[in-house]
């Protein structure tokens, strides 16, 4: 009995040091967009937690809603880098339909934080210039 309760008190305090999720280097600059690693990209830039990812990525899909409705997302990798700078002058209607038709349960705050950072994500898997 005492051994399952360190081997639990172990396993609840071991693994503080471990990240919530990876990113897979080997696929800088590869042009290929994937939302569990967008997800997990956009939480460790801004220091969230394990818990956050299912919010984090509620709000990637509703940006991807976003740009589908509004015709900004092609087959064609070369136009990724144009709709984003397409849709970098919607933000707030973007945010808006997340919040509203999307339902995310983010403040207009946090998303336009996590929208700024999936940026960088872009810029990481080579779609969207520096």
């Known amino acids: ?77 070369n136009s990724e880098s144009q709709s984003e700078s397409n849709a970098e002058m919607d933000i707030n209607e973007m945010v808006e339909y997340a919040l509203n038709e999307g339902k995310v349960e983010l403040t207009k705050e946090e998303l336009l934080e996590i929208y700024d950072t999936e940026i960088e994500y872009l810029i990481f898997i080579g779609v969207v210039d520096e």
């Open 1 to 77: 009995m005492n051994n399952i309760l360190i081997l639990t008190l172990l396993s609840f305090f071991g693994n503080k040091s471990e990240p919530i999720c990876t990113i897979n280097e080997n696929n800088a600059g590869k042009q290929i967009y994937d939302l569990d690693e967008a997800t997990c990209f956009v939480a460790l830039k801004l220091n969230k937690n394990k818990s956050d990812l299912p919010l984090i990525r509620s709000a990637l899909i509703a940006e991807e809603n976003y740009m589908n409705k509004i015709g900004l997302i092609s087959e064609n990798t």
